[in-house]
């Protein structure tokens, strides 16, 4: 290893040890496609499978579709901001619950 860092990185020869370990730390935490369709995937997953769920609890109750965007969708937000207090933001707007959406829900079922 010493005879390839003298060949081939001249420059980095009088480099300390903590030099490498920040630059093996800055290498390991690099975003990466996998690491990032992994996490895009799973909280889109996520997100489209509560949307399914909400709109057979709708279909089920015989309630208009639109209840989900103007009641259950302003409850939930109103739950995790209250009880969980976390933003709710994000949450919320991973869960499609649009007439378009929910057409395609029946559509595919």
Excluded: W
């Excluded at 369709?37 to 399914?52: C, E, I, K, P, V």
Aim: proline fraction near 6%; charge should be positive; glycine fraction near 2%.
């Amino acid at each position: 290893m010493q005879d390839h860092l003298r060949r081939c990185h001249p420059d980095k020869t009088k480099k300390d040890l903590k030099y490498f370990q920040t630059l093996k730390d800055k290498f390991q935490k690099r975003p990466t496609l996998d690491r990032m369709f992994a996490s895009t995937s799973q909280r889109n997953d996520y997100g489209l499978r509560t949307s399914y769920n909400i709109s057979l609890l709708i279909a089920k109750s015989g309630k208009p579709h639109t209840i989900g965007e103007k009641l259950i969708l302003p409850a939930v937000e109103e739950i995790l901001k209250t009880v969980l207090h976390k933003p709710a933001s994000d949450s919320i707007k991973r869960i499609p619950l649009s007439n378009n959406t929910v057409e395609r829900h029946t559509l595919l079922n």
